[in-house]
């Protein structure tokens, strides 16, 4: 399977202040990369799908100004909250899927955010 | 809305038991299938999916798929309390697309 890595694992910051999470494909060239937040006890949300040189598609609800997505290469997506809030700490966590037969989805170990 | 429907439990069963775990498609036209399981604080691993009518045996797990019911099944055989976490379903909607999950279950297993 595909393997994925995501940077920093947790993060402590400031109200106000903007985090970068970067996730990593260190096996598979991934056009499509997703991105999910997790509050915790909550199931898995599908924040945006991200795509190797285009916008990112954005699910209903989640503000793309908010929360930026870049996926310049196929190895690389990065996930940037801006002017973060205590409402967005949250479990975030990306993923990827192989395309092909199998077609089949692996996660990043997820990125813990907390905001002060 | 195509939907993937699971049991939120939680299923409490004692070590070395079966534990069966379901899980419900409402898209007839959906293709293939998946099962993960997430430890508390982690992120989702997948245990196996599944594409074909039938069972699917690997190790101790063994998934169970019915199209014509629209139904996918998890059994854990010989159960261990490191079984014990959340099992997620999730449905393939279509190349290229997330795959559309659902809210899992809980799994408990006492020694």
């Known amino acids: 399977g595909a393997v994925v890595s995501q940077h920093p694992s947790w993060v402590i910051c400031k109200s106000g202040t903007s985090v970068k999470i970067e996730c990593r494909s260190l096996d598979f060239q991934a056009t499509t990369m997703f991105w999910y937040r997790q509050f915790p006890k909550q199931s898995l949300m599908l924040m945006a799908t991200?795509?190797?040189?285009?916008?990112?598609?954005?699910e209903q609800g989640v503000e793309k100004d908010k929360f930026l997505i870049n996926h310049a290469s196929l190895t690389l997506s990065t996930l940037t909250v801006t002017s973060a809030h205590p409402e967005d700490s949250s479990f975030y966590i990306c993923?990827?899927?192989?395309?092909?037969?199998?077609?089949?989805?692996?996660f990043g170990p997820g990125t813990r955010l907390t905001v002060l | 809305q195509k939907e993937v429907e699971q049991n939120s439990g939680p299923l409490s069963v004692p070590e070395g038991a079966i534990a069966s775990l379901n899980c419900t498609y409402s898209d007839r036209g959906s293709q293939s299938f998946f099962w993960y399981r997430q430890y508390s604080g982690k992120s989702p691993e997948l245990i196996m999916f599944i594409y074909s009518n039938g069972d699917k045996e690997d190790g101790r797990f063994t998934a169970q798929l019915n199209k014509a019911s629209q139904y996918v099944s998890l059994l854990i055989r010989d159960s261990q309390p490191s079984d014990s976490a959340t099992y997620l379903c999730?449905?393939?909607?279509?190349?290229?697309?997330?795959?559309?999950f659902g809210k899992g279950t809980t799994l408990s297993v006492s020694s």
């Open positions: 999730a449905v393939n909607p279509q190349a290229g697309t997330a795959l559309i």
């Open positions: 993923s990827l899927k192989t395309g092909g037969s199998t077609d089949t989805q692996y």
């Open positions: 991200s795509n190797e040189g285009s916008k990112a598609t954005y």
